[in-house]
C-alpha cells in the first residue's frame, strides 16, 4: 500500500503536469482553489485522473470537506486501504 507521502507525490506531479500549477506552491498544506487557483471543474477533472490512476471510485460525498492537497491524500488513502484485497 502506498504511504501518504507517496500519495502526495503523485498528486502533486498531476497537479504540475497536467493543470500547471506552479511547482513551488504545491505541498500538503496547499489549499486548492486559494493557492493552487484550481476552479470546480479542475476538481472534477483530478478525481477523474485519480480514478484513473488509482482504479478506485472516488464518490462525491468523500470529496465535501478537502481544502488542502493534505486532505485529498487523506481520502485516497483511507479509499485504498478500504479496497478488497
Not at 488542502?68 to 485516497?76: H, P, Q
Request: net charge negative.
Amino acid at each position: 500500500m502506498k504511504t501518504k507521502e507517496e500519495i502526495i507525490k503523485e498528486i502533486s506531479s498531476v497537479l504540475v503536469d497536467e493543470f500547471e500549477c506552479d511547482a513551488a506552491k504545491v505541498n500538503a498544506d496547499a489549499r486548492l482553489y486559494e493557492d493552487l487557483d484550481l476552479d470546480s471543474i479542475d476538481a472534477v477533472d483530478l478525481v477523474v485522473r485519480l480514478q484513473q490512476q488509482t482504479g478506485i471510485k472516488v464518490a462525491a460525498e468523500d470529496f465535501k470537506s478537502i481544502r488542502t492537497l493534505g486532505d485529498v491524500a487523506e481520502v485516497i488513502e483511507r479509499l485504498l486501504a478500504n479496497q478488497p484485497k
